[in-house]
């Protein structure tokens, strides 16, 4: 079951250019997953949105979000990042680039 146990997803992301958000939004989803029709019923997790600020929320459970500041600066730009997203135990890491990378835990 994805997102609740131990995982690693790597993956190179290009801006658009252009804003990631829709309109009356500020921010973009780079991974969702549900249980079932309706999001918010049986919810199953994990979901990740990049804002247009940097930041990753990334939330392992819909009652849990961890955010993570300035991880992706300027996300709009046309610059190609590799994003290491992982977990192990009750730890998520970010890492872009080689920059130093952003933990954090979890708790439920």
Excluded: C
């Excluded at 995982?7 to 309109?23: E, H, K, P, W």
């Excluded at 079932?36 to 949105?49: H, L």
């Amino acid at each position: 079951s994805f997102g609740t146990s131990d995982f690693r997803v790597a993956m190179d992301l290009t801006g658009m250019g252009r804003s990631i958000s829709q309109d009356g939004r500020n921010y973009g989803a780079l991974l969702t997953r549900t249980a079932g029709a309706t999001a918010w019923d049986g919810w199953a997790g994990p979901e990740i949105f990049i804002y247009e600020s940097g930041n990753i929320i990334f939330r392992v459970r819909s009652d849990e979000d961890m955010t993570f500041a300035s991880v992706l600066p300027d996300p709009d730009s046309q610059i190609t990042r590799h994003i290491v997203l992982s977990r192990t135990g009750n730890k998520l890491t970010i890492q872009v680039d080689d920059d130093q990378p952003f933990e954090g835990t979890i708790t439920k």
